[in-house]
């Protein structure tokens, strides 16, 4: 099964952090991205550019609106995912466990939608 694991992390702390630090956490998520490839879990994965740079559509009476920013305001931000293939919740919940922001942020995980295809 696959499981969509989101970090949320402070876009105001890590704007806070230096060169030095920000250099340390991407080396951690490097060598983290390079374990769950290693082990056949990986199917995607990136990094997102900070909240401030999203955009919210939504539809309402056939008309599209736009607003600059997320869709709601909160103090962690959605900052990257991976997409992982574990047998099980628990797998999925081991691997979420190791990403480096579950140290300052929080992970969510959620199955992806399973859709019967029939032919």
């Not at 994965?45 to 740079?53: K, R």
């Amino acid at each position: 099964m696959q499981y969509l694991l989101l970090i949320y992390r402070s876009d105001a702390e890590y704007g806070r952090m230096t060169a030095d630090d920000r250099k340390a956490v991407t080396a951690e998520y490097g060598a983290y991205t390079q374990s769950i490839i290693q082990s056949g879990h990986f199917k995607a994965g990136d990094g997102l550019q900070p909240v401030s740079t999203a955009t919210t559509v939504r539809v309402r009476d056939g008309k599209t609106m736009t607003t600059d920013g997320p869709f709601a305001e909160t103090r962690e931000q959605l900052g990257g995912y991976y997409l992982v293939e574990a047998k099980d919740l628990d797998t999925a919940l081991g691997l979420a466990a190791r990403i480096p922001g579950a140290k300052t942020g929080s992970i969510e995980v959620r199955p992806v939608m399973i859709y019967d295809n029939p032919r």
